[in-house]
Nanobody
Framework: QLQASGGGLVQAGGSLRLSCAAS????????MAWFRQAPGKEREFVAA????????RYDGSVRGRATISRENAKSTGYLQLNSLKPEDTAVYSC????????????????????WGQGTQVTVSS
């Protein structure tokens, strides 16, 4: 199971830190990712991290403003979002896979087997 938290209402330029806590048999996490879905839009990739080596991948829309990290001991992933913009407003969902993905596949939705509930991020202008 994945439990996402940390969303909220912030002003443009502000920051949020999202968390995704995995429970159950967490010893075999291969990668964790964040996706977001804005009203009326398709779900889109935001960032992912390969669990074994911490290698990150970012979508261009957040590169330079986001940092994804993980804490192995807590089986928890984090997404730090800075310089938030109104267009970042969306429901953010975390996802995980037990596979050992190569870097090029980290942005694919179909890679991920486990999904948490979303957490709402609202950025006011």
């Amino acid at each position: 199971q994945l439990q996402a938290s940390g969303g909220g209402l912030v002003q443009a330029g502000g920051s949020l830190r999202l968390s995704c806590a995995a429970s159950g048999r967490t010893g075999s996490i291969g990668a964790m990712a964040w996706f977001r879905q804005a009203p009326g839009k398709e779900r889109e990739f935001v960032a992912a991290i390969r669990w074994s080596d911490g290698h990150p991948r970012y979508d261009g829309s957040v590169r330079g403003r986001a940092t994804i990290s993980r804490e192995n001991a807590k089986s928890t992933g984090y997404l730090q979002l800075n310089s938030l913009k109104p267009e970042d407003t969306a429901v953010y969902s975390c996802a995980a896979t037990k596979s050992r993905p190569i870097y090029g596949t980290l942005a694919r939705e179909d890679l991920y087997d486990y999904w948490g509930q979303g957490t709402q991020v609202t950025v006011s202008s």
